[in-house]
């Protein structure tokens, strides 16, 4: 996936919590904005957040990242 395609999906207004799937399988929701830094190769995902501060945070580069999708409302509550 490209930095652009991803940077869409952290800028769109009304913000849509989005979930990113990866080559091997695992996937990262991304629930805030504020809780992913994207670069030209790579996606900081914060994880553990509490209080809008993630207690730590997971690099991924942008060549494995296969998919990205809406998270369901309903699934998420």
Do not use: K, N
Not at 40 to 64: D, K, M, N
Not at 65 to 74: K, M
Request: proline share 6%.
């Amino acid at each position: 996936m490209t930095a652009e395609a991803l940077r869409d999906w952290m800028q769109r207004r009304p913000f849509q919590p989005f979930r990113i799937t990866m080559s091997r399988g695992d996937a990262y929701d991304i629930r805030h904005p504020e809780m992913a830094f994207l670069t030209r190769a790579e996606i900081i995902i914060g994880l553990g957040e509490r209080g809008g501060i993630p207690s730590r945070h997971r690099t991924v580069s942008l060549l494995h990242v296969t998919a990205a999708e809406p998270i369901d409302s309903s699934a998420a509550a």
